[in-house]
């Protein structure tokens, strides 16, 4: 099956660091954008930044540059989201998305539920 | 950048109504790049629309998107019990992707 698997639910203290994870599977995962989507509690859908795992080439969207950083390890088809220093305001769902054509997400994953309390 | 507005905030309708759901950007974008999705309740969104009038693998008949310029329109035909969920717009251009807030479809 053509299928994005994320990394279960984390609760983390503010100031911790956090890396989720995202592994494609069932096509080409080296050839396709992955991304990444922030849904805060009872809120709309955030374009966060999107990587392309065959050169590592990322792009952020402007609110989330410099406040996370996005990887992938294409040996094992895996996105990565990672955060140094956890806020509060990080509670979120966090969906790893595929784009074909660097236009629409076509792929979603289940989400990743994070949330950041002390 | 290229801001989305969606309208109306919540749309209250009946099974077997037709609903329109519209998407206004706000400078002139390419249909290329506008896309719709919904969400229902404790779900991951999913791709209806994409190029503003093309549905996605396994997308209902029911389901259609038109416009151009900076308004678009997502049509439901007839809606069915499972269609009541939230609806977004999305933009891509210039390396950036853009959602609308979004329009939740419920039951009158």
């Known amino acids: 099956d053509v299928q994005l698997v994320q990394s279960g639910a984390e609760v983390k203290k503010p100031g911790q660091s956090l890396k989720i994870s995202c592994q494609g599977s069932g096509y080409d995962f080296s050839s396709y954008w992955t991304g990444w989507v922030r849904q805060m509690p009872g809120k709309g859908l955030e374009w966060m930044g999107i990587?392309?795992?065959?050169?590592?080439?990322?792009r952020y969207g402007p609110a989330f540059e410099g406040q996370v950083i996005i990887s992938a390890d294409k040996s094992i088809n895996t996105a990565y989201l990672k955060w140094i220093s956890l806020k509060a305001s990080d509670t979120a769902m966090y969906y790893c998305?595929?784009?074909?054509?660097?236009?629409?997400?076509?792929?979603w994953g289940l989400g990743t539920m994070v949330t950041v309390s002390s | 950048d290229i801001v989305l507005t969606q309208s109306p905030g919540t749309l209250s309708l009946s099974p077997g109504e037709r609903a329109t759901l519209s998407c206004r950007a706000s400078q002139h974008i390419s249909s290329t790049y506008l896309a719709w999705y919904q969400q229902k309740p404790g779900q991951s969104p999913r791709l209806l629309i994409h190029?503003?009038?093309y549905r996605a693998t396994g997308i209902p008949d029911r389901f259609s998107g038109s416009g151009s310029g900076t308004d678009f329109t997502l049509t439901i035909s007839r809606l069915e019990p499972e269609d009541f969920a939230v609806y977004y717009c999305?933009?891509?251009?210039?390396?950036?992707?853009?959602f609308g807030p979004g329009t939740k479809v419920d039951i009158k």
């Open positions: 190029a503003a009038s």
């Open positions: 999305q933009h891509y251009g210039s390396f950036l992707f853009t």
């Open positions: 990587i392309y795992p065959g050169d590592s080439d990322t």
């Open positions: 998305v595929r784009t074909a054509n660097y236009d629409s997400f076509d792929l």
